[in-house]
């Protein structure tokens, strides 16, 4: 049993917790609330302290926008370890932004709606957890219709994203095409990342410069999306982004139906869900290479790499089970050599493979607990158990660090990044305690 590593666990989320009533995933490199770390820190609470679970949701969704957006970063706190900050960011610009809260103007993944469902099951579905999440539901269905209503602009049931950020890969090399699409001004910034972990592990600062450069973009129209969607260099149908927005989909149609009373956001919801699922698959699913791909909006054209993402749409259930063999294949063939530990996040065959360097080949524990959940859906009982237990031995033997070298052979360093971060430590303790 694990015992050990679930009070380790346990200590590494008490340790982030801020007496405002939010956690954050990482002391000095990250000290403010991010959003889909929240809902992964929710889940991790909710296996040993119900009260912490609802108090992190209930602090992410207090700083929702009125017009459903929930930014990807919210600045309870002044710190000056992190840029770019709340100065940088400007929410204010936007009409819509809260007036109660200082964040960004970007977002991330819509993580809250399964995890609201899987908080009830952790729960046992105590009915005061439900009457939490009947006081909570409406906000996140607003953060759907936002989505639907502002970032479908094909009508397709699929989102966009317009920055990097937003997708949470942040460096992912699925980007490097679209950069060299993008002449950005070199920006004069202090970065405060590489102040806490090894730079050659992090984004250049040629990347930084193209972040920023989407971000003044989005500033200079006020975070206004249709004028982004206009005017934007970056615009990507990610399958990660849309497969989380589908399996949320899926969280809140069902606790809908067991609140009762909200037919229609239930029949919206299962409208959208159909037509996503099914675009997702005509669009994004690549034949040639066996696995979901992006769409590049601004170029019009699919970005032709694998990566951890690639595998995300079965944790909503959108393949069938042809498409399921299909790139469950792709995924032992090109991750599963048995030198490896799964997954890493993006194709080790590919020359622009990086097993230490941020989204560009580590293992992230997030990324590999939506495929355990998507395989496992899928009946891949042993692929699922494997993608399991690599995780809990990875952070057994090196830490709760942010992410980790793929790579089975003898290292010197394994870990990277932040040091007890909140969402490993989290779904560390959900791949444990797991009924």
């Known amino acids: 049993m694990n015992n050990d590593l679930i009070e380790k666990a346990k200590e590494v989320l ?27 820190i929710a889940l991790g609470y909710a296996h040993y302290n119900i009260e912490k679970a609802k108090k992190e949701i209930e602090t992410i969704l207090d700083a929702q926008w009125i017009n459903g957006f929930i930014p990807h970063i919210v ?3 002044d710190s000056d370890t992190y840029f770019p ?9 936007s009409p819509y932004a809260s007036k109660k809260y200082r964040s960004s103007g970007i977002t991330q993944p819509p993580v809250f709606g399964f995890v609201l469902e899987k908080i009830y099951d952790i729960s046992k579905r105590e009915k005061s957890v439900l009457e939490f999440i009947e006081r909570q539901i409406e906000k996140v269905y607003l953060n759907h219709l936002y989505f639907y209503s502002n970032r479908d602009i094909m009508d397709e049931g699929l989102v966009y994203i317009y920055h990097n950020w937003e997708s949470g890969t942040d460096n992912s090399p699925i980007w490097d095409g679209i950069w060299e699409t993008i002449n950005s001004p070199k920006y004069e910034f202090k970065r405060k990342d590489t102040d806490h972990v090894d730079a050659s592990e992090r ?3 040629t990347e930084y410069n193209n972040y920023i450069h989407i971000l ?4 200079r129209y006020n975070y206004d999306d249709k004028l982004i969607a206009e005017n934007s260099p970056f615009l990507v149908q990610d399958p990660l982004f849309n497969s989380i927005l589908f399996r949320s989909n899926e969280g809140l149609i069902k606790l809908f139906k067991l609140i009762g009373g909200h037919d229609e956001k239930i029949n919206y919801l299962e409208e959208k869900q159909a037509k996503g699922i099914q675009s997702l ?3 994004l699913f690549n034949q040639n290479l066996g696995a979901y791909t992006h769409y590049d909006l601004r170029n019009n054209k699919s970005i032709p790499l694998i990566s951890s993402s690639s595998f995300t749409p079965m944790f909503c259930g959108a393949p069938d089970n042809e498409i399921v063999d299909v790139i469950t294949k792709t995924l ?9 530990y799964l997954c890493s996040s993006f194709d080790p065959t590919n020359n622009n493979f990086n097993p230490s360097k941020y989204w560009r080949g580590p ?5 590999n607990w939506m495929m355990y959940q998507g395989f496992k859906r899928y009946g891949y009982d042993q692929l699922a158990k494997r993608i399991r237990n690599d995780s809990i031995e990875l952070v057994k033997k090196n830490g709760f660090y942010e992410y980790f070298d793929p790579r089975k052979t003898k290292l010197e360093k394994r870990a990277y990044g932040g040091d007890n971060f909140s969402w490993t430590a989290a779904l560390i303790l959900d791949f444990i305690l797991e009924k």
């Open 14 to 40: 008490n340790g982030n917790y801020q007496e405002e009533g939010f956690t954050i995933p990482s002391k000095n490199l990250y000290p403010f609330q991010w959003k889909w770390d929240s809902g992964f």
């Open 75 to 77: 600045f309870h706190n």
């Open 85 to 93: 900050g709340p100065n940088f960011f400007k929410s204010e610009l």
């Open 203 to 205: 984004p250049t600062k």
């Open 216 to 219: 003044e973009i989005a500033k």
């Open 281 to 283: 698959n005509k669009k």
């Open 332 to 340: 032992i063939h090109k991750f599963g050599k048995p030198e490896n």
């Open 363 to 367: 293992i992230w524990i997030n990324l």
